[in-house]
């Protein structure tokens, strides 16, 4: 009895040592292995009969070069990198200057228009698609880079008026003050004083409306129904449609379209991590 | 306006603006001086309403007005290309009576199990385990690796689970492995598995970052909290139910409200993995908004559909919050 007891409690500290180790190993392992098994599939010859987890007989990146340039996935990439210039930037500024003025400017109204701005934040794509489709293509704007990029940098707007305005709020008021007593126009105090000091979130939101540009997927495929515009997800979901059999091939294409949101994520991890765990997401 | 001018009006405005008792006698410099005041603080609000201007024209023109469009529409039957005719409340009543609509949202509350309960439950026990004894080491490389699934696009996913669920995939690879070979199956394809199959790709998405916010959430609790309870003579189940939930309620939230938002507005995934079958029993309103909308020819049910899931959506971010708020 006294043995049992003795070798039961060491017995028990070890497993309570190791389980943050075992819990670790099978969260990442549970990540990682879905990815390693399509990284596997897209190095296999075209045409082999493929199981989930097998080696390939030589390195065929000869899929990834077929994605790229016959299933065009070369041009997918090209206006997705389109849309997200032309989206992240403008996006980034409309927000921080609403932000700026919301935590630190007389605004008229100021509770009511905030409050405006975050019920933006529940409607999701599905309650303004419909109408954005008919009412784009009524004035010209679908198949376009501007109608979809429009249409983005609206749905994004609640965010980051949010982020950003919680960023100026917690600026010292007295540095604010002391711009305003010298002379600085509001102008002046968010360029000069302001804005210097606030890279990170300004980092932040940037990588946040990248990658979230970037995976947009019920907007690019509505709005454009050119195969020659679409955006890499959009290609990638018509593109599963109709030549969903050859895996390699599609394998290569999917792990194309992820390079480069996964390179701006490691990059930029601790943004991308500091953004979503505050309640950051959309779409 | 010279800078000397500014600072003379500008700065005072606040106190000239607020009532004071008038001083006796006619002062026309303090009249006038008070005008200015007034005028530069109109002049100001001014300016800072163009500063949200940029921010509130495209958010008004491309989410709110289209929201409201939405709205319009479900009052009508259209097919898209013919006139509309109003048919005031109809298509709400579909959705009630509908057996595919019903189903649609059975599923999305299905989802919810998902995409929100179970990565909670997950990520909670998760962190609770690897919190009592975790060095810090590491914990760098295991944050970049679980917010992977997060990072990539939701179509992505979908391709690599249906790589998954396929029939010579690594799932029934593995069953057939350990013996369980008569169990594999064409998940994606199953009129059985085909929802608790693309549900559990939502587990696979959430469940790290569920897990990384209770660990940094675990993190702020002081540490003098478990050790009296320690002294009490809690146990871990206990610790982790008295302590570590109760505290952990602004993680929930945050946890709650990203879930449940996606479960509810799913529709990458299961466009993707399942188009909504084998038959309907995949299909979640997303789908059958796309489908009646752009395939269908019943833009008003999809309309109608899209504003119920957004009032769902927007009543249930509120009733979070505002759990989330009221003290323990």
């Known amino acids: ?283 | 306006m010279t800078t000397a001018d500014r600072r003379l009006t500008a700065e005072p405005a606040r106190a000239l603006a607020a009532p004071r008792p008038t001083k006796p006698g006619p002062d026309r410099a303090g009249r006038g001086g008070r005008r200015t005041a007034r005028s530069g603080r109109r002049r100001r609000r001014t300016v800072a309403l163009l500063y949200l201007l940029p921010a509130l024209l495209p958010y008004t023109l491309f989410s709110v007005l289209p929201l409201l469009h939405t709205a319009y529409l479900s009052f009508f039957d259209w097919d898209g290309v013919t006139l509309p005719s109003f048919v005031g409340l109809d298509n709400y009543g579909r959705i009630g009576s509908d057996p595919q609509l019903r189903a649609a949202a059975w599923h999305a509350g299905a989802l919810i199990l998902f995409f929100s309960v179970l990565p909670i439950c997950v990520g909670l026990v998760a962190a609770a385990l690897v919190s009592r004894r975790a060095g810090r080491r590491g914990t760098g490389l295991v944050r970049t690796v679980l917010f992977l699934p997060q990072v990539i696009p939701l179509v992505a996913v979908g391709i690599l689970w249906r790589w998954v669920y396929a029939e010579d995939g690594i799932l029934n690879q593995a069953l057939r492995a350990v013996g369980l070979g008569g169990l594999a199956d064409a998940w994606l394809g199953s009129f059985t598995w085909a929802l608790p199959a693309v549900g559990l790709i939502g587990t696979w998405v959430v469940s790290g970052l569920c897990m990384v916010l209770f660990l940094s959430g675990t993190q702020r609790i002081d540490q003098e909290i478990y050790e009296a309870a320690r002294m009490d003579g809690a146990g871990p189940v206990r610790e982790f139910w008295s302590i570590t939930v109760p505290l952990l309620r602004p993680e929930f939230a945050v946890a709650l409200s990203i879930t449940v938002i996606a479960a509810l507005s799913s529709f990458d995934l299961i466009y993707i993995t399942t188009g909504g079958g084998p038959g309907n029993s995949t299909v979640v309103p997303g789908i059958l908004i796309y489908r009646l909308a752009f395939g269908g020819g019943a833009v008003g049910v999809a309309s109608a559909l899209a504003i119920v899931l957004t009032a769902v959506i927007s009543v249930a971010v509120l009733v979070i919050n505002r759990l989330s708020r009221e003290a323990p």
């Open chain 1, 1 to 283: 009895m006294t043995t049992l007891t003795s070798t039961a409690a060491p017995a028990r500290a070890v497993a309570g040592r190791l389980a943050a180790p075992i819990v670790l190993v099978l969260f990442i392992a549970a990540v990682l292995v879905p990815f390693a098994s399509l990284l596997l599939a897209a190095l296999q010859p075209a045409g082999a009969p493929l199981t989930g987890f097998a080696l390939p007989d030589g390195l065929h990146f000869e899929n990834f070069s077929r994605a790229w340039s016959a299933a065009g996935f070369g041009t997918l990439l090209r206006s997705s990198v389109l849309i997200a210039v032309c989206v992240v930037p403008a996006a980034v500024v409309c927000a921080t200057l609403a932000g700026y003025a919301l935590a630190t400017l007389d605004v008229p109204g100021r509770g009511r228009l905030y409050a405006y701005l975050l019920l933006g934040l529940s409607i999701p794509t599905e309650g303004t698609i419909i109408p954005l489709y008919y009412d784009l293509r009524a004035v010209g704007l679908t198949n376009t880079v501007p109608g979809l990029a429009l249409a983005e940098i609206g749905a994004f707007m609640p965010f980051g008026v949010f982020w950003m305005r919680a960023h100026f709020a917690t600026m010292p008021r007295s540095l604010i003050e002391a711009a305003r007593l010298d002379g600085a126009s509001s102008w002046a105090t968010l360029w000069r004083i302001l804005l210097p000091s606030s890279r990170p979130a300004v980092t932040t939101l940037g990588v946040l409306y990248f990658v979230w540009s970037w995976n947009q997927f019920l907007l690019p495929l509505i709005l454009i129904q050119d195969p020659s515009r679409r955006t890499a997800p959009a290609g990638l979901g018509f593109f599963t449609g109709q030549f969903g059999v050859d895996v390699p091939l599609l394998a290569a294409a999917t792990l194309i379209v992820i390079a480069p949101v996964v390179l701006v994520y490691l990059f930029f991890q601790r943004h991308f991590i500091s953004g979503v765990l505050s309640g950051a997401l959309k779409g």
